[in-house]
């Protein structure tokens, strides 16, 4: 299958090679142009970790030739350059194809239904709770793969194309998704934001300093009980929503391999296995830029929709925007565009269930 990947850093380069060594045909397309002048001059992607060797992606020029040639197009950059990219490929869309989003942020799905359905088209757009691989850029043309994911779950908009969306994914990525059937599940099912929050917070001054530090081994035991008290705070939501996710441990478990224990446990275990990975070297990480306004703050109001607050997601943005010196409750541009505090929880979701 022709796969256009949207993006050029470590998730959309390991995208690119678990693809090519599947068989499958990747292009990537960076949309400032910048990450891919080394591969469009020559040279190779190069994979280590999870995935070892060398592959040659091709490399798009613009938004309208990486959807012109691709039947599946992957979305595989950071939360805040969705809007962009939604806006910019969405012209070029056909009905005959498919859209992942990886990892699917604050109704980025609906945003793009939106944008179809003013050209009167709709395709399965499958929004993934995790990425597929997780890793580290290291080099122009290189990528860490720590670990690909042996379980991911999914939610395909609008819901009657779901069975091409799943169809689309398994034979891409191999069975390994659970179908959720509903974009709200998917909207509350990402552990990063929370997951980085404590990190981020318990290690703050190692990233202002740049220091290198090992990330899962500082998941000390403090700072895993309010990984788990963050948890208990999205489930709860979720089961005031009718809706059935995964807990952390569950994440963690399938994720990494690692045996069931307590949070901090966990990442511990996952160090010791060499899969507990770097932590970030800079506080302009998006473990803030983007986890805060993309992940704590929509989750803190679905929250505040199902009567059901979020303290710890709520204090955890107002205590970023203080370190930060910005309002990140303002930094969502899908939520803002979408106009989200406008729709009520019954038409939100029909909307997550049907798409525009």
Known sequence: MKVGIVGAGSIAFGMATFLQQQGHAATLWSPSGERTKALSAGEPLVAAGAIEGTFRPAVAASAEELVGGAETILIALPAYGHKNVFDRIAPHITPAQTVIVSSHASFGALYLSRLLAARRIAVPIVAWSTTLVSGRQTGPTK???????????????????????????????????VDRQSLLAIALSNLNPTTHMGIALGNMTRMERGENWGQAENVTPKIGRLLEELDRERLAIATALGLEVRTIFQHIHLSFGVPLGSASEMHQAMHAIGKGGAGPTTADSRYVTEDVPFGLVPTAKLGRLADHPAPLHEAGIGIFSAMYGRDFTAENDLLAALDIDSIPLPQLQTLCHDGY
């Open 143 to 177: 990528v860490q793969v720590n670990t690909v994911r042996q379980s991911v779950d999914l939610a395909t908009v609008p819901a009657a194309r779901s069975a091409e969306g799943l169809a689309t994914c398994q034979s891409l990525f191999g069975d390994r998704f």
